[in-house]
């Protein structure tokens, strides 16, 4: 029971807090509600109801919290709060729709691998974040000290038995909806990363090899080097008004440049499970976990009898949903990171390793190169001394103005992709070497006011998924076998590069053909698309169109 001693001002003051609480929901927690709630209506009326009933109580059970009389829970509660309004508003500023299962997932992945993204994040968005911190500490602070002086004191066995069931009950929603979150911050944020902490995807044996029959190997050293947040219409070699890729340029007779490559997923871990399991387009949603079942790359490269090589400039642990298994297939795992070297020298030591790999031209060898590219803050990505593009952004600039951005990001693609490829390609002499190039996603500079580097949903640009393709060949002379290169330009996609690598690997292409989709040997002339959300979940996948 409420106590008895609620008078008129405490009753006008709770509802004018609840209406508030419930406004900044609307205005900072939705995410497509609207279209939300519209398609549970058409589902069912009574499921709509549920809905909207559960949408109205979970501003009270907030009130019920920040109103207790218990200071020690009615602290923690408004802290609760802050936090997780905090982290909400940050991301709507920055992707514009906020925090989701997608974001969870990322964040505990990247928080698991190491990778120092979370700190790159950090500073790449300083103004968000301080605004976001701003004005919730007024808000909270401000409902603080209101509740403390004119609203009811509610015991705290009105609030926190109460918070804890709803807490669970959104759990069990966020469990059966797998990453529902329409709901509050305060109890969508610790679900989502609940959730996305507890259900990690399937680690297991891989299938075995569905081709086994191969001709000798054409290439002594196969090269897939996938490169990091790199834009393909900001490369000088797909855009004649950006000088980005001077030296690729002036090797363009020894490169067979593939244009603009529509990346699998927009984000890294989508993208890369593509690229070395050879998903097919038609396989996502990924429900039956076929890429991470599925033989990978490795496994096909030593059935051909390729020594196998993993360089992984970006971290010292197991990501993009790599597991034991996969590192099975893996001869040597080499990783820059061990050597505390600084990042823009990081994919210049992959390079070395590489070239180190190369040098013996009696073994057969396969590798496979993790860039740290381009990604955010870009300024990391490239010493002082090729600060050709100014004004750039500063680290932790308060600052969100996209022509400072777009030139530190043209200065990164100067030095960690064309000044890498100037390094290795100078280094490589007569090698018997081919390269396959491409980048795991691209990135956004600033359209349309957009700050965040990708986002999530039915409505994604496809500049997200904007990345390079081209293959460099050391010896003219086998050449030959490449065909339709000027048809395919500009049409071709992260499906069609793994039945492109069996095919260099020595492969049948008759038999590549009945379990992957087509190689860029082939005329391709399908509708491209990328792929947005998680691929082992329902209800948080999106399918979205790269062509016009």
Not at 136 to 162: A, E, G, N, Q, R
Not at 465 to 490: A, E, G
Request: glycine fraction near 4%; aromatic fraction near 16%.
């Amino acid at each position: 029971m409420l106590p008895k001693n609620i008078n008129k001002t405490q009753i006008i003051f709770s509802s004018i807090l609840y209406f508030i609480i419930l406004i900044i929901f609307v205005a900072i927690d939705s995410f497509d509600i609207v279209k939300y709630y519209s398609a549970i209506l058409k589902q069912s009326y009574f499921k709509f109801v549920l809905h909207i009933g559960f949408l109205a109580i979970l501003p009270m059970i907030t009130i019920f919290m920040l109103l207790s009389k218990n200071l020690i829970y009615k602290i923690i509660s408004h802290v609760i709060l802050f936090f997780t309004l905090t982290i909400e508003l940050s991301y709507k500023l920055i992707n514009n729709y906020g925090y989701t299962y997608h974001e969870a997932n990322i964040f505990v992945t990247e928080l698991r691998a190491n990778t120092g993204t979370e700190i790159d994040a950090l500073l790449s968005f300083l103004p968000q974040y301080i605004l976001a911190i701003v004005l919730v500490f007024i808000f909270v602070t401000t409902i603080f000290f209101l509740s403390k002086k004119y609203m009811p004191k509610l015991s705290i066995l009105h609030s926190l038995p109460l918070s804890i069931f709803v807490f669970f009950i959104m759990y069990y929603i966020v469990n059966k909806t797998q990453g529902e979150n329409y709901y509050p911050s305060i109890f969508k944020i610790p679900a989502l990363t609940l959730y996305a902490t507890n259900n990690n995807v399937y680690i297991g044996k891989r299938d075995t090899n569905f081709i086994t029959h191969f001709e000798k190997p054409y290439y002594k050293h196969v090269v897939y080097i996938i490169d990091e947040s790199i834009r393909a219409d900001k490369l000088g070699i797909n855009n004649d008004k950006l000088n980005t890729s001077p030296y690729l340029n002036s090797i363009s007779n020894k490169i067979f440049n593939y244009g603009i490559c529509a990346s699998g997923g927009n984000v890294s871990q989508n993208s890369q499970v593509i690229l070395y399991s050879g998903i097919k387009e038609s396989d996502l949603p990924n429900n039956s976990l076929k890429c991470l079942k599925n033989p990978n790359i490795f496994q096909y490269a030593k059935h051909a009898g390729y020594e196998t090589f993993y360089i992984d400039a970006q971290t010292n642990k197991k990501h993009n949903y790599m597991t034991d298994e996969d590192f099975n297939f893996i001869d040597s795992s080499l990783l820059p990171t061990l050597k505390k070297i600084s990042r823009p020298l990081l994919d210049y030591e992959a390079a070395k390793m590489l070239l180190d790999i190369t040098k013996d031209s009696s073994k057969y060898t396969f590798s496979y190169i993790v860039k740290v590219g381009s990604h955010f803050h870009y300024e990391w990505n490239y010493p002082d001394s090729m600060r050709v593009f100014e004004p750039v952004s500063q680290i932790a600039e308060f600052s969100t103005d996209s022509i400072k951005r777009r030139n530190s990001y043209y200065n990164s693609l100067l030095w960690n992709t064309d000044g890498f490829f100037k390094y290795l390609i100078k280094r490589l002499l007569n090698r018997d070497i081919i390269i396959i190039y491409t980048s795991d996603h691209a990135t956004m500079l600033g359209e349309n006011g957009f700050n965040a580097p990708a986002s999530y949903g039915d409505k994604v640009s496809p500049l997200q998924s904007t990345v390079p393709l081209f293959i460099y060949i050391n010896d003219t002379l086998k050449r030959k076998n490449f065909n339709f290169v000027k048809k395919n330009i500009n049409k071709v996609s992260h499906f069609n590069l793994f039945p492109s690598l069996l095919e260099i690997l020595g492969y049948q292409k008759n038999e590549i053909q009945e379990y992957y989709d087509k190689s860029i040997f082939d005329s391709i002339e399908n509708k491209r698309y990328f792929f947005t959300g998680n691929f082992f979940l329902k209800g948080i996948f999106f399918k979205n169109k790269f062509d016009k």
